[in-house]
């Protein structure tokens, strides 16, 4: 069974090229465009890795983020965040993520993040 991913971007043309390089990977892609798109997505099942952008039209990752890590149901799901600003360490110090990117990545880079946690089957 493929291992899914819920993407968090508002920007529609980094939600595809994620969603289609996680798709080639062998990984199920949901992809959602806003908070809400997300908790929706939530209730439906719960994913094996959650890639957040930090700033979103109705909320922002670090939320999500804050959300997911103190619920005794999601806390162990991997989250990466990603940010175009180069503040990451003032989100570190806001969330617990697993990981950290700056926009824009090395999609190769970004492929073998994912790879460390949740290795293909």
């Known amino acids: 069974m493929k291992k899914c991913i819920y993407v968090v971007e508002d920007n529609p043309s980094i939600r595809e090229i994620i969603e289609f390089l996680l798709t080639e990977e062998l990984y199920e892609v ?4 806003n908070t809400s798109d997300f908790w929706l997505q939530m209730q439906e099942s719960i994913p094996d890795m959650v ?3 930090i700033m979103l039209p109705d ?3 670090i939320d999500i983020c804050s959300q997911l890590k103190t619920n005794i149901k999601t806390h162990d799901i991997p989250v990466m965040m990603m940010s175009a600003n180069n ?3 003032a989100v570190k110090a806001k969330c617990t993520a697993e990981d950290f990117i700056n926009k824009p990545f ?3 880079d970004f492929a073998s993040r ?3 946690y949740l ?3």
């Open 106 to 108: 090395d999609l190769n």
């Open 59 to 61: 909320g922002n990752g």
């Open 114 to 116: 994912v790879e460390r």
């Open 51 to 53: 890639i957040l952008d």
């Open 119 to 121: 290795p293909a089957n």
């Open 30 to 33: 949901k992809a959602c465009r």
């Open 87 to 89: 503040h990451l360490n």
